[in-house]
């Protein structure tokens, strides 16, 4: 599997790089500014990119940036972005389109090597895994809408859980319940926000996230 990773200090770059390495992909490219993020996705169109939100020459956004703006020249291109920090605008930008192949962690959450991997393999065939504190910024976002008010704490916390690409059978192991109690508050909840049901779990997502886009 072909990666472009953008990270701007060296330490983690190269970490990065051993990491993708030793699990068997081929790293493209690592850079470490914007610019040069933009050009190597748009140019090389790897099978996924890990990018880091803050990349000079300002330091603020510019992975985010020039991530959404290669999808934009290359639709679908599978991005994810690893950051310290939650940029609600922008993390929102990179789902709204609903093509999927999307992931936002936080760097200080990724304490599983083999699942980080994992969950960029996901990405690079087309899921979505989304931080539960990339997902709460967002649904604070949105708290004042009536649909949220009435979720349940049970429903709020499947919400969350399914916004992070999980099945049924796998929040049902999380929260300790049964299937058909997660297959309930499934329904409570696309029913509370006016959200079809789907049985594939990563338009679930997508339509989870479109709507706390707004």
Do not use: W
């Not at 992909?25 to 040069?36: I, K, T």
């Not at 699942?115 to 087309?126: H, I």
């Amino acid at each position: 599997m072909r990666i472009v990773i953008a990270e701007d200090l060296a330490l983690l770059r190269d970490g990065l790089i051993r990491i993708f390495e030793a699990n068997g992909f081929e790293v493209l490219d690592a850079v470490d500014n914007g610019p040069a993020l933009l050009r190597a996705l748009t140019t090389l169109r790897p099978d996924v990119a890990v990018v880091d939100v803050r990349l000079p020459p300002t330091c603020t956004d510019e992975g985010l940036v020039a991530a959404i703006e290669a999808r934009g020249e290359v639709p679908g291109l599978p991005v994810m972005v690893l950051s310290q920090y939650v940029e609600q605008l922008y993390a929102r930008e990179l789902v709204a389109d609903r093509a999927g192949a999307v992931g936002y962690l936080l760097k200080d959450r990724v304490m599983d090597v083999g699942q980080f991997v994992a969950d960029v393999r996901k990405v690079a065939a087309g899921g979505t895994v989304i931080d539960p504190e990339v997902v709460t910024a967002l649904v604070s976002r949105r708290s004042a809408d009536p649909g949220l008010r009435t979720l349940t704490a049970k429903e709020s916390e499947v919400l969350s859980l399914m916004a992070q690409g999980r099945s049924n059978s796998a929040i049902a192991a999380r929260m300790l319940v049964t299937e058909k109690t997660v297959s309930k508050h499934t329904f409570n909840i696309f029913a509370k926000l006016r959200l079809d049901q789907s049985d594939d779990d990563n338009r679930r997502v997508l339509a989870v996230l479109a709507y706390l886009e707004g």
